[in-house]
């Protein structure tokens, strides 16, 4: 395909793209959440209350995190690395060590066995334990792939870069826990871990029973409107999978070009929410996007993605 990516974005400004505003304000807007729930210490039904939106925010940096590893915001280099910082901060862990196994081994091998994150690796029943397990599954090969990328192919930039973000990160949860530790755990590190979670757990959604060999049912998608703004466009997942450089803000006319025509209409819903409830509380049926039970390979443990000798099937 034809690279839909501009190649110098706006080199007068500072931000690459004025859309970027947006992903400059859910993070003010998180850091500002963060900030109130701790001075304000609410009590009773309200302290779960505030976890809960905090973890909200905390999902959409996640958000903002995946955006950043495919794509950078500003013009300057330096700018770039101390986003980053920032984003990290945010989304609770060093965002460099997202690119790995999301960049390196999700994205080139989706749901084949170098893919750390394929879906097949949860087999329950009941479908719905096959959601809330997925970001489980997944999470020890995740980490044994990137710490093994880190020893063996990491550069040294992302190194240099990897190790600002892990010392700011950690240092500053060490502070906060040392100054006030209850309202660290509910107002930091426990909203930052159902965001992870949740990052990870939505693949879970994008690609559980599409066929990862065609050339656009590969994803499912979700065009609803407050979800995509809120969310920068997360929903056309499959645009994203086609050219993952391209900036969020141009994936819904890309999508429109280049996935719609051909994709099959179970892959665009309009509600993740009815989405979700169809699929895994009533009925929960787990199939393919046609309407199939779905199959898996009889032998399924993880391929090498860091120096695969052969991928098991094209890399797209």
Same mark, same amino acid.
């Given at each position: 395909?034809?690279?839909?990516?501009?190649?110098?974005?706006?080199?007068?400004?500072?931000?690459?793209?004025?859309?970027?505003?947006?992903?400059?304000?859910?993070?003010?807007?998180?850091?500002?959440?963060?900030?109130?729930?701790?001075?304000?210490?609410?009590?009773?039904?309200?302290?779960?209350?505030?976890?809960?939106?905090?973890?909200?925010?905390?999902?959409?940096?996640?958000?903002?995190?995946?955006?950043?590893?495919?794509?950078? %915001? @500003?013009? #300057?280099?330096?700018?770039?690395?101390?986003?980053?910082?920032?984003?990290?901060?945010?989304?609770?862990?060093?965002?460099?060590?997202?690119?790995?196994?999301?960049?390196?081994?999700?994205? #080139?091998?989706?749901?084949?066995?170098?893919? %750390?994150?394929?879906?097949?690796?949860?087999?329950?029943?009941?479908?719905?334990?096959?959601?809330?397990? @997925?970001?489980?599954?997944?999470?020890?090969?995740?980490? #044994?792939?990137?710490?093994?990328?880190?020893?063996?192919?990491?550069?040294?930039?992302?190194?240099?870069?990897?190790?600002?973000?892990?010392?700011?990160?950690? !240092?500053?949860? %060490?502070?906060?826990?040392?100054?006030?530790?209850?309202?660290?755990?509910?107002?930091?590190?426990?909203?930052?871990?159902?965001?992870?979670?949740?990052?990870? !757990?939505?693949?879970?959604?994008?690609?559980?029973?599409?066929?990862?060999?065609?050339?656009?049912?590969?994803?499912?998608?979700?065009?609803?409107?407050?979800?995509?703004?809120?969310?920068?466009?997360? !929903?056309?997942?499959?645009?994203?999978?086609?050219?993952?450089?391209?900036?969020?803000?141009?994936?819904?006319?890309?999508?429109?070009?280049?996935?719609?025509?051909?994709?099959?209409?179970?892959?665009?819903?309009?509600?993740?929410? #009815?989405?979700?409830?169809?699929?895994?509380?009533?009925?929960?049926?787990?199939?393919?996007?046609?309407?199939?039970?779905?199959?898996?390979?009889?032998?399924?443990?993880?391929?090498?993605?860091?120096?695969?000798?052969?991928?098991?099937?094209?890399?797209?």
């Amino acid at each position: 395909m034809e690279s839909l990516s501009p190649t110098g974005g706006n080199p007068g400004t500072l931000l690459r793209f004025s859309a970027d505003r947006r992903t400059l304000a859910i993070l003010f807007a998180n850091t500002a959440l963060v900030a109130a729930a701790w001075v304000a210490n609410p009590d009773g039904a309200w302290r779960p209350l505030a976890m809960a939106v905090l973890g909200y925010t905390g999902w959409l940096c996640a958000v903002v995190a995946h955006n950043t590893v495919h794509t950078a %915001v @500003f013009n #300057r280099r330096w700018l770039n690395s101390l986003f980053q910082v920032w984003v990290s901060l945010s989304y609770g862990f060093p965002i460099s060590d997202y690119i790995p196994g999301h960049n390196l081994s999700h994205h #080139r091998f989706l749901q084949a066995r170098e893919d %750390v994150m394929r879906t097949s690796k949860v087999r329950f029943r009941w479908n719905l334990l096959n959601v809330m397990a @997925f970001p489980f599954a997944v999470t020890p090969s995740i980490v #044994r792939g990137n710490t093994r990328y880190g020893k063996l192919k990491g550069s040294a930039a992302w190194r240099r870069q990897l190790r600002l973000e892990t010392f700011v990160v950690w !240092g500053v949860k %060490v502070g906060l826990l040392a100054l006030d530790w209850r309202n660290a755990l509910c107002f930091v590190v426990i909203p930052q871990l159902f965001a992870n979670l949740g990052i990870v !757990g939505i693949n879970f959604l994008w690609h559980d029973g599409c066929d990862p060999d065609h050339p656009v049912n590969h994803s499912r998608n979700f065009t609803g409107g407050l979800l995509n703004y809120l969310a920068l466009n997360n !929903g056309y997942h499959g645009m994203h999978h086609e050219e993952p450089s391209l900036h969020w803000s141009l994936l819904p006319a890309a999508h429109a070009r280049h996935i719609r025509p051909g994709l099959h209409p179970a892959l665009e819903q309009r509600s993740l929410l #009815r989405y979700a409830w169809r699929t895994f509380v009533y009925p929960g049926r787990r199939e393919t996007f046609d309407g199939k039970p779905i199959t898996f390979r009889e032998i399924d443990g993880d391929l090498d993605w860091v120096t695969p000798e052969q991928s098991s099937r094209r890399v797209a």
